[in-house]
């Protein structure tokens, strides 16, 4: 016999329910305005790389939250992932960037 709710409707499992944390309305005007102050003579990846440092600098480190405040600001999901990964590394004088086991993102200090 199948489990059922109290109306009899068979129960569903919550498992596949992801959460969806909301960013404030503050970040997402500062970073607009951040990328909208880089002028026309940075390009794409350029911008693109700028956002992932300032989402980092932000507390948004995760690939996940990278990428759905980069979509929210109307860059494409590949371009972002594409830039995630190619900008992570451990040598600070060759990456801006590095991924820990957890999946985190930190700013590579340049120092």
Same mark, same amino acid.
């Given at each position: 016999?199948?489990?059922?709710?109290?109306?009899?409707?068979?129960?569903?499992?919550?498992?596949?329910?992801?959460?969806?944390?909301?960013?404030?309305?503050?970040?997402?005007?500062? @970073?607009?305005? /951040?990328?909208? !102050?880089?002028?026309?003579?940075?390009?794409?990846? $350029?911008? +693109?790389?700028? #956002?992932? @440092?300032?989402? /980092?600098?932000? !507390?948004?480190?995760?690939?996940?939250?990278?990428? $759905?405040? +980069?979509?929210? #600001?109307?860059?494409?999901?590949?371009?972002?992932?594409?830039?995630?990964?190619?900008?992570?590394?451990?040598? +600070?004088?060759?990456?801006?960037?590095?991924?820990?086991?957890?999946?985190?993102?930190?700013?590579?200090?340049?120092?």
């Amino acid at each position: 016999m199948d489990a059922t709710s109290y109306n009899g409707a068979p129960k569903r499992s919550v498992a596949h329910i992801r959460i969806i944390k909301r960013e404030s309305t503050d970040l997402i005007s500062s @970073l607009r305005k /951040m990328l909208e !102050g880089l002028g026309h003579d940075v390009n794409r990846h $350029g911008r +693109a790389d700028t #956002l992932i @440092l300032a989402c /980092m600098g932000s !507390g948004i480190v995760t690939k996940s939250e990278i990428i $759905g405040m +980069a979509i929210r #600001l109307g860059f494409h999901r590949g371009h972002i992932a594409i830039r995630l990964k190619e900008g992570a590394g451990n040598n +600070a004088a060759v990456y801006l960037w590095r991924r820990d086991a957890d999946g985190r993102y930190s700013v590579n200090d340049r120092s």
